[in-house]
């Protein structure tokens, strides 16, 4: 579905004052009108043109608040060689839209989820979360010591696009619903929004998933378009005011355990730059990218209390059987990706070792370890 002009649905309504929330969170990325370029633009003081498209409304905290940080940070660490000009979705392209402005170089950069564009190739899913994927620490040492970049690379050179990590949601919570979800049985004709390959996991279950933009969800789970959603986690999902629609929500998500954000750039544009701002270019998106993992499990706490105390949000968590269908409906997913291509079976085929390998030392490590810490303290849900 491609994305609305209107995606960003005076999100204004829905949370803080911009302009507050701006000069408190210290960012500074504004947008001007839509030009389109049909090449980068060098001037004569030797300062390059760089537009970002994104696929995350204005001013939202977590992921367009992440989009607007990096884009600034790119200027700043260029001192200003690289001229950034940032627009949300909807403001110059809607925000399914991105990756075609970038790869046809009318705009030099986008910022989204990877796996929006499974469309044009179903490997693309794998550099943003797959069921039964990988958790954030699992995903960066995947893409940056276990041959994930050069996979992304190669696909994404198809297409004209060279990408980058840029961010990371963690672990995402299993979803929004107005009814209690007890079995398998009651995903049944569920009309849910999800995107990539979870969207095709719910399908196999006989949910019906749609693919919206962000700016999109509320107003359709107010007015019963959808019966469920998924965002990403309590404090992103609590500013999109999801509680006024459905209050249960459940946990985790099995989807997006570690939905790693993107920013892709128009390849060719990239390659003319110079080495240094193209380090620059990769500097600011490394910093991004544990930037903006580490503010989203420091919010997600907090307004997870809020959505139980303030709102009356009813948590729940997926059963073992309603996890098990996941798990099964996941390898059919998989099993039909890999017929694709070679590219496709390669990358899943690196995916599944990553996981195993990195699995078996977070099960010894973090996993026991956080257990074990819990149980002494007394942490609960």
Request: hydrophobic residues 40%; charged residues 20%; proline residues 3%.
């Amino acid at each position: 579905m491609r994305g609305s002009p209107d995606a960003h649905i005076q999100f204004g309504r829905f949370f803080m004052n911009r302009r507050s929330f701006l000069k408190n969170a210290g960012l500074g990325a504004g947008a001007a009108a839509a030009t389109t370029l049909a090449a980068p633009a060098v001037h004569a003081q030797n300062v390059t043109d760089m537009v970002i498209v994104s696929t995350w409304p204005r001013d939202f905290p977590g992921l367009g608040t992440s989009a607007q940080r990096l884009a600034a940070r790119i200027g700043e660490l260029s001192e200003g060689r690289l001229n950034v000009e940032y627009f949300a979705a909807g403001e110059r392209v809607g925000a399914f839209d991105s990756f075609d402005e970038v790869a046809s170089g009318n705009a030099q950069a986008y910022i989204g989820a990877e796996y929006y564009w499974k469309g044009k190739h179903p490997a693309f899913a794998y550099f943003a979360s797959v069921p039964f994927g990988l958790t954030y620490p699992e995903m960066d040492a995947w893409m940056k010591f276990g041959g994930g970049q050069e996979l992304w690379d190669e696909l994404s050179d198809g297409f004209g696009v060279q990408a980058f990590s840029a961010g990371n949601t963690g672990v995402q919570m299993g979803g929004w619903f107005n009814k209690e979800i007890e079995t398998a049985d009651d995903l049944k004709g569920l009309k849910m929004r999800i995107p990539g390959l979870g969207g095709d996991v719910m399908a196999k279950l006989g949910a019906s998933p749609v693919s919206l933009p962000g700016g999109q969800i509320y107003e359709n789970l107010v007015s019963g378009a959808l019966d469920a959603t998924e965002w990403v986690g309590p404090w992103n999902d609590y500013f999109l005011k999801l509680y006024e629609a459905a209050k249960y929500y459940y946990y985790p998500g099995m989807h997006e355990p570690g939905l790693q954000l993107a920013l892709g750039t128009n390849k060719s544009w990239y390659s003319g730059l110079s080495k240094a701002d193209q380090q620059i270019i990769k500097a600011a998106c490394m910093e991004e990218n544990a930037m903006q993992a580490a503010e989203t499990n420091q919010n997600n706490g907090i307004y997870l209390d809020k959505l139980i105390n303030e709102h009356g949000v009813k948590l729940r968590k997926f059963s073992n059987e309603i996890y098990d269908a996941f798990g099964e409906a996941s390898e059919e997913v998989f099993a039909q990706t890999v017929e694709h291509s070679d590219l496709a079976k390669r990358t899943h085929e690196s995916f599944a070792k990553a996981r195993s390998d990195l699995g078996r030392w977070m099960l010894l490590a973090d996993t026991g370890y956080t257990e074990q810490r819990n149980r002494v303290l007394g942490i609960t849900v």
